[in-house]
């Protein structure tokens, strides 16, 4: 069963402009990642954030952590043609050495 | 730093035919991962190894699907017959020792079965 879930399945916004992309998931969880995916190519880590975190910044990026709500979402300031791709949450099923499960992803179109 | 390598790129076979993929994962990498990419959707786990043992191949079609990893470095994923439903992009990905850690991926192999 599919663990994180992104919303919504495409964006579509005008270079400069923010894209927020939200993730929700179903059970516990340690951390939950965030990973690029360009057309065609393999995926790129983000930025991983754990569960004792509540918001975490990395260049244009700002991840926000609601355990409460079991959602998480991801900014992206000041968006460039370059950030057109997939973006997928990461969640492990439950505890321990398992498996991370990957959502649909969001796939962000950045028109120039 | 190299990253993780995958072969071959591309691969176009027939129903029913065998095909075989290969990864290298990072140096000093002890989880390798085989996913499984279906278009328009995420990636779904296929088979973790750390070093040369399976943590997780739940997922896996063992039918017709097989992995192995010999002496904890390199891996390859072999589906013998292929199905039509196989065509899919095979990504192989690496971390340093545990699953909840950031996981770095090849290229992948993109397959198609006809």
């Known amino acids: 069963s599919q663990q994180g879930e992104e919303d919504p399945q495409a964006l579509s916004i005008q270079e400069g402009e923010n894209a927020t992309m939200n993730c929700s998931y179903k059970t516990s969880i340690n951390n939950l990642q965030w990973y690029r995916q360009n057309s065609g190519r393999g995926l790129v880590h983000l930025i991983l954030?754990?569960?004792?975190?509540r918001e975490k910044h990395s260049g244009r990026l700002r991840v926000t952590l609601d355990t409460s709500k079991k959602s998480s979402s991801l900014l992206i300031t000041a968006s460039r043609a370059a950030d057109t791709a997939s973006y997928f949450c990461a969640t492990e099923l439950y505890s321990g050495n398992t498996p991370l499960v990957f959502g649909k992803g969001t796939r962000l179109s950045v028109i120039a | 730093e190299a990253g993780v390598a995958q072969s071959p790129r591309y691969k176009i076979i027939e129903k029913r035919q065998s095909v075989a993929f290969w990864c290298n994962p990072i140096?000093?990498?002890?989880?390798l991962y085989w996913y499984q990419q279906i278009l328009g959707q995420g990636p779904k786990l296929l088979i973790q190894f750390q070093n040369n043992g399976v943590v997780d191949d739940s997922q896996l079609p063992k039918d017709r699907f097989s992995a192995e990893r010999l002496k904890g470095v390199d891996s390859t994923l072999k589906i013998q017959p292929a199905k039509l439903e196989d065509s899919a992009v095979y990504l192989c990905?690496?971390?340093?020792?545990?699953?909840?850690?950031?996981?770095?991926f090849g290229p992948g192999t993109r397959l198609l079965v006809l």
């Open positions: 954030i754990r569960s004792n975190e």
């Open positions: 140096s000093g990498h002890a989880t």
């Open positions: 990905a690496s971390s340093l020792v545990r699953a909840q850690e950031t996981q770095y």
